[in-house]
């Protein structure tokens, strides 16, 4: 009979990298590798340059085209090399032989990852366990695991997927900014030729009954502010869905916020967007202010009377009882799991999972919209990244998304390998990560 392994792996950054790991069927023999500076800055330099990483002076399209026509993502051979170079410079010689033996013995792998910051954008799935020829997605399911402090001291436990299965989705898609929002590049992620797929999404939710006709007119390009998002969390929900912008600042993780048609008269703990190059401390209604991770952490609780009514409440209250989140939770947008890139693991990631998430997938880096791949390249007509997102959509109402969204992943990396066509270029579908944290942690979870 086959069953799972699982592998604890834990990432410190102390000068070096210190990686340690330990396999379930063998809790007695911990091992741990020094990842030396030396070693895996040039591996982590050439992955920065082939991911849509903004360069002194250049704009996000600029950088979306270089990544997208000179990159190592745009190029069979050159993603072969830079995977091999990444695995050589993080994934130790004797964690390869544990999965390899396991694998030839008839096991299943999990890899149950918790990264340190300088590994955060590491695509793990990638990674070569035997030569070139075997990549980890192939033979083990890997997770993203946040530290044990978040699981038992989360301020909202998760439910069972089984017990919220048939209740409605949330799904929020490409909604409308305050007018400012455009200055700072935070425009329609969709463009119009988009849209008609996630339409006939929410059709189909619609005809099966598994959307109320108020949320399915208003899922594309709604006008949705915080206080609507807390009023349609608070009814019955098995799980969110939001593509959007995701931002956030180097070293500040409760930065890190979705955006919402929330102006600057809207009370949160973010700084509002204003117009570029205004002096003083005067704000305009049209600048708009990021819904933060310290705002579904915190809540009002440092609001005054007005905002704890505009919520319904006559006190102050928690972002877990204000936004409290659903099983499962999908973020779709950029670098929407910016928590492991920080010293502090937080951000929306964590902060949902406190306010009840058991699932949240997200992505590790930019995505290039589609409409930089048709700029890019002429005459190209796949739509990736609307792609993925569907993808994403679908496998979060089935049973195992993450074995799910696997499966399609590995059916990407044999078209990449057989066509090298940039419709499927691991820079999108590698991007994508499971942040885990079920009602009862799996075996493990609070070793250190």
């Not at 995977?83 to 390899?100: K, N, Q, S, Y």
């Not at 700072?184 to 797929?197: I, K, M, T, W």
């Not at 990631?349 to 700029?375: E, K, Q, Y």
């Not at 792609?387 to 195992?400: F, G, N, T």
Request: charged residues 25%.
């Amino acid at each position: 009979m086959t069953y799972t392994i699982d592998v604890l792996v834990r990432a410190a950054d102390a000068g070096d990298t210190y990686l340690a790991w330990r396999w379930l069927d063998d809790v007695d023999q911990p091992r741990f590798e020094v990842l030396t500076t030396a070693a895996i800055e040039p591996a982590l330099d050439a992955l920065d340059a082939a991911l849509v990483h903004r360069r002194a002076g250049e704009r996000g399209t600029d950088a979306a085209h270089r990544a997208l026509t000179e990159g190592a993502f745009a190029d069979v051979d050159r993603e072969r090399d830079l995977a091999g170079l990444l695995t050589d410079a993080v994934l130790p010689l004797g964690l390869r032989e544990g999965i390899r033996s396991r694998i030839a013995s008839g096991q299943r792998v999990r890899v149950r990852l918790t990264p340190s910051p300088r590994l955060a954008r590491v695509p793990w799935d990638l990674l070569c366990v035997d030569g070139e020829d075997l990549r980890l997605l192939e033979v083990a399911e890997v997770v993203l695991e946040p530290p044990a402090t978040v699981h038992a001291e989360r301020a909202r436990l998760p439910e069972l997927w089984q017990d919220v299965r048939d209740r409605p989705p949330l799904v929020i898609i490409d909604p409308v900014l305050p007018t400012r929002a455009g200055l700072h590049g935070l425009g329609h992620v969709l463009d119009p030729s988009e849209h008609h797929r996630f339409a006939e999404r929410v059709d189909d939710y619609a005809t099966a009954g598994r959307m109320p006709v108020a949320d399915a007119d208003h899922v594309l390009h709604c006008g949705m502010d915080r206080v609507e998002l807390s009023q349609a969390l608070r009814s019955p929900r098995s799980r969110l869905f939001y593509l959007g912008h995701v931002t956030s600042s180097p070293d500040e993780p409760g930065s890190a916020a979705i955006h919402l048609n929330d102006t600057a008269d809207e009370w949160g703990m973010a700084t509002p967007l204003r117009f570029p190059g205004r002096d003083g401390d005067r704000l305009d209604h049209d600048d708009h202010r990021p819904f933060a991770a310290l705002d579904l952490l915190m809540g009002t609780s440092s609001a005054d009377r007005e905002t704890w009514r505009r919520y319904g409440f006559d006190e102050a209250r928690l972002g877990h009882e204000l936004w409290p989140m659903p099983q499962r939770v999908a973020m779709i947008a950029c670098e929407g799991g910016a928590d492991y890139r920080s010293a502090e693991t937080f951000g929306l990631v964590i902060a949902m999972v406190n306010a009840g998430a058991a699932l949240v997938t997200t992505t590790r880096w930019t995505l290039p919209a589609d409409r930089v791949f048709r700029s890019a390249i002429g005459g190209f007509e796949e739509q990736p990244t609307t792609e993925l997102a569907l993808r994403v959509d679908h496998a979060h109402e089935s049973l195992d998304p993450i074995g799910e969204l696997a499966e399609w992943q590995r059916g990407r990396l044999r078209e990449w390998r057989a066509r090298g066509a940039l419709a499927d270029t691991p820079l999108v579908w590698a991007a994508l990560t499971h942040s885990i944290a079920p009602l009862k942690p799996p075996a493990g979870v609070d070793d250190r």
